[in-house]
Structure formats: C-alpha cells, structure tokens
C-alpha cells in the first residue's frame, strides 16, 4: 500500500486507479516551472493527459502530477542535476487528475537569464517504449521496497539514494550511462 503525500494547500490528494493511460508516439508533454518547480507554462498535450484544465495546473507545484509509486530517489537525482544547472533524462510514472498514470521520458532543463542564473525549469516529455519501461520498473520497485523500509522521508530518500547509486553501477558508469542505455535499446 502506497501512502499519498499530503496535497498542497486546496487540493484534494488523488488516488492511483490503476489505469494506465498513454499518448502519441508523436506527441510531447511540455512545462516550465520557475526555480521553486511552480508550473508557469504547460501545453495542451500536458493538460489532456493529465486530466487537468490549464488553470488548474498553473500556479500549482509540479509535484501536483507525482504519483506516489514514485521513487523519492529519482526526484532527489532530478533536483540536485537541474539545480546545479545540468540536464537530466529520467523515466517518470505521473498520475492524472483522474487517477490514472502514464509514463514518461522526461528530458529536464534548466532555464538561464541573461546572467547565467537559472531561473525555471524546462521539461519535454515523450511516451517511453514497453522494452525501457520493462527495464524501469524492476528498478524502481527495488527502490521503492527499500524507501517503504525506512521510517522517515529523509531515511527513505538517503537509502534509496544510496541503493539507486549501487545499482546503477552495477549496470552503467553512471546515471546518466544508465538511461542513455536504455534509451539506445529503445530506438534500436
């Protein structure tokens, strides 16, 4: 059983359903976030597949579509890359408005001034093949079991950190080797 972050203020959590929904191979979800990850741009394709009218996703954090069976690993790599002003390609599982997920490629940038300061965030999403997220979920299970192990949030991300860290050296010279590989495997 899977324990649901407390919503931001005004919202109502959303429980997983268990249907999976997906989208166009020709298709992108788009969004941009300011540096705190307040969505301040999200396209139509965003919208649709997240079950979500454009006004109830800007102003909102974008944790807003973070499905619970989500490592907190995952989200804790994404953030340390982008704000330290790197890109990062992850695999996502989001969870829609109505309760539905889809999964995700997400490629996330950060947005720079004129300075060189990162001021938001760019992420472009496309549909994963059924072979990578065949190769994702195993992963992500394993860090899940090892977060639901632990008592706090902080414990749970530090040991799952920890873990991701071993297995992906286990398989690849980096995180980023990890994806890379799973992603030639998915357009071959």
């Not at 741009?41 to 997240?50: E, H, L, S, T």
């Not at 991701?164 to 990890?178: I, W």
């Amino acid at each position: 059983m899977t324990t649901l972050e407390a919503p931001a203020r005004g919202r109502t959590p959303v429980r997983p359903t268990g249907v999976e929904r997906s989208f166009g191979a020709d298709e992108l979800i788009v969004s941009k976030t300011d540096r705190r990850g307040v969505i301040t741009y999200a396209n139509d394709v965003f919208c649709r597949v997240g079950a979500y009218a454009l006004d109830e996703v800007i102003g909102q954090p974008h944790n807003l579509i973070r499905h619970p069976d989500m490592p907190r690993a995952v989200f804790a790599l994404l953030w340390d890359t982008i704000s330290a002003g790197q890109e990062l390609f992850a695999y996502i599982n989001n969870l829609a408005k109505d309760g539905a997920n889809y999964w995700v490629l997400a490629h996330v940038t950060p947005s720079f001034d004129e300075r060189g300061q990162i001021v938001g965030y760019h992420s472009n999403r496309r549909r994963p093949s059924p072979g990578a997220l065949a190769q994702v979920r195993p992963l992500y299970t394993a860090l899940l079991d090892e977060e639901r192990r632990h008592p706090t949030a902080r414990a749970a991300v530090a040991a799952s950190s920890e873990l991701l860290t071993r297995l992906v050296a286990e398989r690849a010279a980096s995180y980023e080797d990890l994806i890379w590989s799973i992603i030639g495997a998915e357009e071959n």
